[in-house]
């Protein structure tokens, strides 16, 4: 397994493991307010899941700003249950991972049209780094938006996801 892969695997576990513990606590704590980066947990939850769809569909060959146009409705699509958030997210993960699995050049370039911020040529390497580390600053509002309700979050560090073991990721 190469660098890139193991980020990405990481990236999934950490989702999946934070969406678990949202999963064991009310169900109205989805829609509940918050003072902070989102109006709710699912809002959050929706923006990660847009950003980390848009990605892939740059990754598999989408021009960014087609990209964009595709997943910008995503990100305002709030779902009724956290299962309906794990299935998103989990159906994307194989999705990723099928991908991941089929490259045999993750250092590979493309020249990137980012509408915000120009163009560049970019590694697929730099793009996976990229939504791992998006999703590690949302799933760390996440955090802050369950305490600022009063529940504990979860432990999803990568590396505590290094002594995870195979199955579980």
């Not at 848009?54 to 964009?68: D, F």
């Not at 099928?98 to 390497?125: C, H, M, Y």
């Not at 760390?140 to 505590?160: C, E, F, K, P």
């Amino acid at each position: 397994m190469n660098h890139p892969e193991q980020m990405y695997n990481y990236h999934s576990w950490a989702t999946q493991t934070i969406l678990s513990r949202i999963k064991e606590l009310p169900a109205s704590v989805l829609s509940q307010e918050v003072n902070s980066s989102f109006a709710t947990i699912a809002h959050a939850l929706s923006h990660i899941y847009a950003v980390d769809k848009m990605w892939y569909l740059v990754l598999t060959g989408t021009g960014m700003p087609e990209a964009l146009q595709a997943c910008i409705p995503l990100n305002s699509e709030i779902h009724g249950s956290i299962d309906e958030y794990i299935q998103c997210f989990a159906d994307l993960s194989v999705q990723y991972r099928e991908w991941l699995q089929g490259q045999t050049d993750l250092e590979k370039t493309i020249l990137l049209d980012n509408p915000f911020a120009g163009v560049r040529e970019t590694s697929l390497s730099e793009m996976v780094f990229h939504l791992v580390n998006h999703g590690t600053y949302h799933r760390g509002n996440v955090s802050t938006m369950l305490r600022q309700l009063g529940h504990a979050s979860i432990m999803n560090d990568y590396s505590l996801f290094w002594y995870q073991e195979p199955a579980q990721v």
